[in-house]
């Protein structure tokens, strides 16, 4: 199974890799004309298969492991019901061991239309999230936000007081439709119910500052380093007291995230910004 170290290694790296990109990227509707809702889906929309997806996370693994997870995939034809649900799972398994959340994300909506369940759904909606907001691929990513939004949209439906899948459903919303506010508001009804809701500040923080709401971002990245701090969350706070002049707290909030994370890539980085921010 993956490390604690390995996944905060490549999380704080991709924060540093696409913060620049964050930035620069506003919120469809939040800074733009006001448009009607509309879900990525839409005509002529590519569609992707857990064949399609398999086959291409596969490319630059062990070859070992690519051969255990086809052979696994090679029973799902000839298995129904308890039985492909515990194929199903060991191939979710290798999938997860690898850190590969697209296919993930297709193998737990298997599970979920072979045996209906919340924990599937969510499962489903959790790893899509995950896997189109690490993509460059946009075409894959914009087919993904859609699957997350379903899944989480599913998963609602079957246990409409879990928060975990209106946060996922909210924060899919945001960046999958034409109506962002829509989003929005799910997420605030997360926090309104749970004030210290951990994913639901970070993604409203994450928004506040996609939209450049540099004020609000840092309101939210404090009551999430409160709860429980980590490297990228000092990073987000940093770089928001960065875009509002207030260097002193910039500084010290970038030291934090280069404490927390240990790693030499990332301390390289905050270094860079901390001696231009003292000039």
């Known amino acids: 199974m993956k490390s604690t170290k390995q996944i905060q290694i490549v999380v704080v790296l991709a924060v540093v890799l696409v913060m620049g990109f964050l930035l620069a990227q506003p919120i469809k509707g939040l800074v733009t004309e006001p448009q009607v809702a509309e879900t990525t889906e839409g005509a002529g929309m590519p569609k992707f298969t857990m064949a399609d997806v398999s086959a291409m996370s596969k490319q630059g693994i062990n070859n070992s492991l690519a051969a255990e997870i086809t052979e696994l995939e090679s029973k799902l034809p000839d298995s129904e019901g308890a039985d492909r649900i515990a194929i199903l799972q060991q191939i979710a398994d290798k999938w997860d061991d690898l850190a590969k959340f697209a296919p993930q994300g297709f193998v737990y909506e298997e599970m979920a239309n072979t045996t209906p369940k919340f924990e599937y759904w969510l499962q489903a909606g959790q790893n899509y999230r995950k896997a189109y907001t690490n993509l460059q691929d946009t075409v894959l990513a914009t087919e993904l936000n859609r699957m997350a939004i379903n899944a989480f949209q599913q998963a609602v439906d079957l246990d409409g007081t879990s928060l975990d899948a209106k946060t996922g459903l909210g924060a899919a919303m945001v960046t999958g439709t034409n109506n962002p506010m829509a989003g929005i508001a799910i997420l605030r009804e997360v926090i309104a119910a749970d004030p210290k809701n951990l994913e639901a500040n970070k ?54 995230s280069k404490e927390m994370a240990a790693d030499p890539t990332l301390s390289q980085f905050i270094d860079r910004r901390i001696e231009e921010l003292s000039k």
């Open 203 to 256: 993604t409203l923080g994450a928004f506040s500052m996609q939209s450049r709401q540099f004020d609000r971002a840092i309101e939210r990245f404090l009551t999430v380093i409160e709860i429980k701090p980590d490297a990228e969350s000092y990073f987000y706070l940093a770089t928001s007291y960065e875009n509002i002049g207030l260097k002193n707290e910039a500084i010290a909030a970038f030291q934090k």
